[in-house]
């Protein structure tokens, strides 16, 4: 058997596996306790999860998102894409901000918006009355 042969048989062995895990909510301070709520793949789970997301919104919860950044503020959801659409605020230093007279306003920073798949990501809400 030739080194081409083996090879080819090498690459036929070889699997791709992906793992795709499914987004988890979690609502904390509810009336019966906190909840958890996995997010799957099916039509159904995507239907049901907009549904709650945007109820949610609407009635006033605070959603956070892990990012590889820390959690960020949900400002919004975008049902057909299945994303939350949050702000990156630009880290700003006091080394890189420039001089400026006492009396002038302090400069804005630039909101940036990015989206964060609802597959794959935890999110946290808090309801509005929720105390701690």
């Given at each position: 058997?030739?080194?081409?042969?083996?090879?080819?048989?090498?690459?036929?062995?070889?699997?791709?596996?992906?793992?795709?895990?499914?987004?988890?909510?979690?609502?904390?301070?509810?009336?019966?306790?906190?909840?958890?709520?996995?997010?799957?793949?099916?039509?159904?789970?995507?239907?049901?999860?907009?549904?709650?997301?945007?109820?949610?919104?609407?009635?006033?919860?605070?959603?956070?998102?892990?990012?590889?950044?820390?959690?960020?503020?949900?400002?919004?959801?975008?049902?057909?894409a299945?994303?939350?659409?949050?702000?990156?605020?630009?880290?700003?230093?006091?080394?890189?901000?420039p001089?400026?007279?006492?009396?002038?306003?302090?400069?804005?920073?630039?909101?940036?918006?990015?989206?964060?798949?609802?597959?794959?990501?935890?999110?946290?809400?808090?309801?509005?009355?929720?105390?701690?």
């Amino acid at each position: 058997m030739g080194r081409q042969s083996k090879l080819k048989q090498q690459r036929r062995r070889t699997a791709r596996f992906e793992v795709r895990s499914p987004g988890m909510l979690e609502v904390l301070s509810v009336g019966k306790g906190d909840l958890k709520i996995a997010v799957g793949d099916s039509n159904k789970d995507r239907a049901d999860a907009q549904r709650l997301i945007e109820e949610m919104l609407r009635k006033g919860y605070t959603l956070f998102v892990e990012t590889a950044d820390g959690p960020l503020k949900v400002t919004r959801f975008l049902p057909d894409a299945m994303a939350y659409v949050v702000v990156d605020t630009p880290d700003v230093t006091s080394a890189a901000e420039p001089e400026r007279a006492a009396d002038e306003p302090a400069p804005k920073r630039q909101r940036k918006l990015r989206t964060v798949p609802v597959g794959g990501s935890k999110t946290t809400a808090i309801g509005r009355t929720a105390g701690g």
